[in-house]
């Protein structure tokens, strides 16, 4: 058997997830990957790594 992938005609095409994002440490010279967002009510938010999180308190 082959391992090659059929198409159908009218197949659903894989969707990307536009949802998902990635972003960076705001702390100076860091750049690590953060998952901790800091923002008021309607403002833009401020990502931090793990280590930086405490800076990001200033954002609330």
């Known amino acids: 058997m082959s391992e090659e992938l059929i198409r159908l005609p ?3 095409e894989p969707v990307t997830r536009p949802g998902i994002q990635h972003h ?11 998952g901790w967002g800091f923002a008021k009510p309607k403002q833009p938010s401020h990502w931090f790594c793990f280590e930086h999180r405490a800076d990001g ?4």
């Open 24 to 34: 960076t440490c705001e702390h100076p010279d860091c750049g690590k990957d953060a």
């Open 57 to 60: 308190e200033a954002y609330l």
């Open 10 to 12: 009218g197949a659903i």
